[in-house]
């Protein structure tokens, strides 16, 4: 909690200094602007201070003091009047109650979690109470809850700071350095996207994969496998599959029913027909709404299974990186060849295969959207679709196959290795390196310009930049 503290006074200081303003008023102004220090300052600088403070509920003027002269003064919440000046307080908007009053209410919004910005009692008045006013007149226990939340604040309302979501909770907020969304790496390890706060799912955007996650959890999977290949029985309701044969049908109860419409029928029947049943019009209507339930069925289960089997290579490749570096470490330690005194090639090689087969693995999800139906439709002709989508597998195969390369490479026990073999293997792995890298880039601006850059949908699809150096390291605070 020091560390947030510390980077919150930090921001409350030059905001303080930049307008002289109390240390209170910095607070409501950067709480107002969800603490973007920038947007804070161009609203000063274009409309002035009055706008500023009128905006985030801040009086304008110094209202004067309460008078100490006045023997007698009057609550106008609790209409009590007969009640001494020191039992009364005002606040900066120039509207007085009654010390108990005021207990009573920052009482209630504390402890109803409205810390942040506690109105004024008065009617129809917007103004934000004085924090070192509210902390004075509240117990101790709850003058510490009232800090505590003023320095969450400083996490809950900023956008460039978030709590790390892994689980279980490491306890960091931590601060992204770019402003560009984007993924992030917390000091516990944890990676994922600084936007939605999911797992890091670049190429994806968060839509396509809230979308994806919510698809492979849905039981509604299921539900089509059981629609496509099964029918109800029409008498005990069970469901039936078939595998050959001609289209009647016969439950384990003894009932008879047509395979393509589901009604129930006699015995009496040729290859082609049933005795006295036709389906009619229904049964081509039924003939194409399983005929695509059946295709879009077998397009889902393509990419999932791309995708799952990239993803368990990709936990298999994050153990391998754990095996790289104890290797490199033995080889640094019992090596004379001073070439090989650092292994750096090594661990940054498997470094990037884990990253670049993650890559790989999420963009099977973005494929399915991308040239699916259910989000861009309307955005490209079936012939444009076929075009880029033809051009983008190419990509994924390129990325694939080199991906494996780097994967063989790496598999190896170089620990025993003499150095004519590790000099072999340094060589191969910085070129293949090379190579992978250069096909990420090109794959995400394929995505970036010729893909998601020519959309009209009014989405926002935009997804985390390529780094050649990985995810960004994030600026912690430790709570």
């Given at each position: 909690m020091e560390s947030l503290v510390a980077a919150q006074k930090e921001v409350l200081v030059r905001?303080?200094?930049?307008?002289?303003v109390k240390e209170s008023q910095a607070r409501t102004l950067l709480i107002h602007y969800q603490w973007n220090v920038d947007n804070l300052f161009a609203v000063y600088i274009e409309r002035g201070k009055d706008s500023l403070f009128k905006s985030a509920g801040l009086s304008v003027f110094d209202h004067p003091s309460l008078s100490k002269s006045r023997k007698k003064m009057a609550c106008d919440i609790c209409m009590e009047d007969d009640l001494p000046s020191q039992a009364m307080t005002g606040m900066e908007c120039g509207h007085s109650f009654c010390n108990d009053c005021w207990k009573e209410h920052f009482t209630i919004k504390i402890n109803e979690g409205q810390s942040k910005r506690i109105a004024c009692m008065a009617h129809k008045c917007n103004a934000i109470c004085d924090v070192d006013v509210v902390r004075t007149l509240v117990c101790a226990e709850l003058a510490e809850k009232f800090d505590r939340f003023l320095v969450e604040s400083y996490v809950d309302d900023n956008k460039l700071v978030k709590w790390c979501p892994s689980t279980p909770h490491c306890g960091n907020a931590i601060r992204k350095v770019r402003d560009d969304g984007g993924e992030v790496e917390c000091s516990c390890g944890h990676q994922f996207c600084f936007n939605c706060l999911g797992e890091s799912h670049s190429p994806c955007s968060c839509l396509m994969w809230k979308l994806w996650t919510k698809k492979c959890e849905d039981e509604s999977e299921s539900v089509t496998w059981l629609t496509i290949h099964t029918r109800m029985c029409p008498k005990c309701s069970k469901p039936v599959h078939k595998t050959v044969g001609c289209n009647l049908v016969t439950c384990i109860c003894g009932q008879y029913f047509c395979w393509l419409c589901g009604g129930a029928t006699g015995s009496a029947h040729?290859?082609?027909?049933i005795s006295g049943h036709d389906c009619g019009r229904y049964k081509e209507d039924?003939?194409?709404?399983?005929?695509r339930a059946k295709r879009d069925s077998d397009r889902y289960a393509h990419y999932l299974h791309q995708y799952k089997s990239h993803t368990d290579s990709s936990k298999q490749e994050d153990e391998l990186r754990k095996i790289v570096r104890e290797k490199a470490a033995l080889v640094t330690?019992?090596?004379?060849?001073?070439?090989?005194?650092?292994?750096?090639?090594?661990?940054?090689?498997?470094?990037?295969?884990?990253r670049s087969r993650k890559i790989l693995s999420k963009s099977y999800p973005f494929a399915f959207y991308m040239f699916g139906e259910e989000l861009f439709k309307y955005e490209m002709s079936d012939e444009d679709r076929e075009i880029k989508k033809n051009l983008f597998e190419n990509q994924q195969q390129q990325l694939t196959g080199n991906i494996e390369t780097?994967?063989?490479?790496?598999?190896?026990s170089f620990d025993e290795y003499s150095s004519d073999e590790l000099k072999k293997m340094r060589g191969e792995t910085r070129d293949i390196g090379l190579v992978v890298n250069k096909v990420c880039k090109l794959m995400y601006e394929c995505i970036e310009n010729d893909l998601l850059g020519t959309t009209q949908d009014g989405i926002n699809h935009s997804i985390s930049p390529y780094r050649s150096e990985g995810i960004e390291k994030a600026v912690e605070f430790l709570c």
């Open positions: 905001v303080m200094e930049s307008l002289s040729t290859w082609t027909s039924k003939v194409r709404q399983t005929e330690l019992k090596t004379k060849d001073s070439a090989f005194k650092t292994m750096d090639w090594a661990i940054n090689g498997a470094d990037l295969l884990f780097l994967s063989k490479i790496l598999n190896v």
